[in-house]
């Protein structure tokens, strides 16, 4: 369930409890849901009640009480805790189904839209920035953007006085092009002086755009080896019961070549359009056991969870160089992992195949989402 859809939810549950006599109010419009502050838990939390208590004339927790049992008999919400004056605290999750299964089915149906919620909605946020600013303009599109996503509004304007001055780019950022360009500006911090080299342009490990757009590449080239293979993701337990062949696996951080791709092309994701380029780290289980498995889907899941508050966060705090970090975030956490999602050897695809490839492929969903956001391309083959 997408912030969106669970802020629907809430307002679905006060509709309920309306419709019934509990209470006497007038359904709100929206009901904004943020990740729980200090003293709360779960997924995400709500001050409804707190807004509620007021016009319906009860105690704000009288009126958390109420909405509580509604929003707990609600399909995709595990618990509903109460905490403080009265917020709600809720959690996500459905009878059976871990969190990581629950995460990844949410980012694969909403798609590029997965962290959009309604935060910012009906507000026009001003950005007033420096005639002649090149590093300003492009901040100021790409945070549009992400505002947007917030469902709110930016208005950028030329005048003083000015709200958002990043320290400006030393030379033109042009003959980068237009995709490196725009990641020079603004992967740093607006108070940090952006480098405009021609490093964001080389293929290796030590360029983050690189990675984050490779990461995107690898998870779109597994889907279509996992094609070829004959099988396609489901949501699901990333573990295998038996053990991992270690005759297949190599040391943790060895690196990959187009001659180890040329080795073992079903292990990779790879195709004739997508290889691995030298200096591109191969990060995989040491141990041949699939609990090692864990240590890296979690680390994957973690990043591709926080990244509804982070989307939200870059919009509120005007800071796009955010959402940069975060992909990295997330890239460098998938590419640890897709080394283990294809079938190796004689292995036949498996459930825990599947659950990678749909790990893999919600990763790749968040990084494209993330990419057009900043207004970089985010290429199937690199």
Same mark, same amino acid.
């Given at each position: 369930m997408t912030p969106v859809e669970l802020s629907h939810t809430v307002l679905r549950a006060v509709r309920r409890a309306v419709d019934e006599g509990e209470l006497s109010v007038a359904v709100p419009v929206r009901a904004v849901v943020t990740p729980p502050g200090p003293g709360g838990c779960g997924d995400y939390a709500t001050n409804i009640a707190l807004q509620l208590a007021r016009p319906a004339g009860r105690a704000p927790l009288d009126v958390a009480q109420i909405l509580r049992q509604h929003l707990a008999a609600t399909d995709g919400i595990a618990d509903v805790t109460l905490t403080g004056p009265g917020f709600l605290n809720i959690s996500l999750g459905e009878a059976g189904v871990s969190a990581e299964v629950a995460l990844v089915r949410d980012i694969l149906r909403a798609g590029a839209a997965y962290g959009h919620s309604d935060v910012?909605?009906?507000?026009? @946020?001003?950005? +007033?920035?420096?005639?002649?600013?090149?590093?300003?303009? @492009?901040?100021?599109?790409?945070? /549009? +953007?992400?505002?947007?996503?917030?469902?709110?509004?930016a208005a950028v304007e030329h005048r003083e006085p000015v709200n958002l001055r990043p320290v400006p780019a030393p030379e033109d950022p042009a003959p980068l092009g237009p995709d490196a360009a725009r990641w020079a500006l603004l992967h740093p911090a607006a108070h940090d002086r952006p480098r405009i080299t021609a490093d964001h342009l080389v293929q290796r490990e030590s360029n983050p755009l690189f990675r984050v757009r490779y990461a995107h590449a690898r998870t779109r080239a597994l889907s279509r080896n996992a094609a070829d293979l004959g099988f396609t993701s489901e949501p699901g337990d990333t573990r295998d019961s038996e053990a991992i062949d270690a005759r297949h696996l190599e040391p943790c951080g060895s690196p990959h070549t187009d001659a180890?791709?040329?080795? !073992?092309?079903?292990?990779?994701?790879?195709?004739? /359009?997508?290889?691995?380029?030298?200096?591109?780290?191969?990060?995989?289980?040491?141990?041949? +056991?699939?609990?090692?498995?864990?240590?890296?889907?979690?680390?994957?899941?973690?990043?591709?969870?926080?990244?509804?508050?982070?989307?939200?966060?870059?919009?509120?705090?005007?800071?796009?160089?955010?959402?940069?970090?975060?992909?990295?975030? @997330?890239?460098?956490?998938?590419?640890?992992?897709?080394?283990? @999602?294809?079938?190796?050897?004689?292995?036949?695809?498996?459930?825990?195949?599947?659950? +990678?490839?749909?790990?893999?492929?919600?990763?790749?969903?968040?990084?494209? /989402? /993330?990419?057009?956001?900043?207004?970089? !391309?985010?290429?199937?083959?690199?």
């Amino acid at each position: 369930m997408t912030p969106v859809e669970l802020s629907h939810t809430v307002l679905r549950a006060v509709r309920r409890a309306v419709d019934e006599g509990e209470l006497s109010v007038a359904v709100p419009v929206r009901a904004v849901v943020t990740p729980p502050g200090p003293g709360g838990c779960g997924d995400y939390a709500t001050n409804i009640a707190l807004q509620l208590a007021r016009p319906a004339g009860r105690a704000p927790l009288d009126v958390a009480q109420i909405l509580r049992q509604h929003l707990a008999a609600t399909d995709g919400i595990a618990d509903v805790t109460l905490t403080g004056p009265g917020f709600l605290n809720i959690s996500l999750g459905e009878a059976g189904v871990s969190a990581e299964v629950a995460l990844v089915r949410d980012i694969l149906r909403a798609g590029a839209a997965y962290g959009h919620s309604d935060v910012l909605a009906g507000e026009i @946020v001003e950005l +007033r920035i420096p005639y002649d600013d090149v590093r300003a303009e @492009v901040v100021a599109d790409a945070l /549009g +953007r992400i505002i947007a996503s917030q469902d709110g509004r930016a208005a950028v304007e030329h005048r003083e006085p000015v709200n958002l001055r990043p320290v400006p780019a030393p030379e033109d950022p042009a003959p980068l092009g237009p995709d490196a360009a725009r990641w020079a500006l603004l992967h740093p911090a607006a108070h940090d002086r952006p480098r405009i080299t021609a490093d964001h342009l080389v293929q290796r490990e030590s360029n983050p755009l690189f990675r984050v757009r490779y990461a995107h590449a690898r998870t779109r080239a597994l889907s279509r080896n996992a094609a070829d293979l004959g099988f396609t993701s489901e949501p699901g337990d990333t573990r295998d019961s038996e053990a991992i062949d270690a005759r297949h696996l190599e040391p943790c951080g060895s690196p990959h070549t187009d001659a180890d791709a040329d080795a !073992d092309a079903n292990a990779e994701a790879v195709d004739s /359009g997508h290889r691995a380029p030298s200096g591109i780290p191969r990060p995989e289980a040491c141990s041949p +056991r699939h609990s090692d498995i864990t240590s890296l889907v979690t680390p994957l899941v973690t990043a591709l969870a926080d990244h509804s508050r982070i989307l939200t966060t870059a919009a509120t705090r005007r800071s796009p160089d955010r959402l940069t970090r975060q992909l990295v975030t @997330v890239a460098d956490a998938a590419l640890a992992l897709l080394p283990t @999602v294809l079938p190796r050897g004689d292995e036949k695809p498996s459930a825990a195949h599947r659950a +990678r490839l749909a790990l893999a492929e919600a990763a790749g969903t968040v990084l494209a /989402g /993330g990419l057009s956001l900043l207004g970089i !391309d985010a290429p199937d083959h690199l």
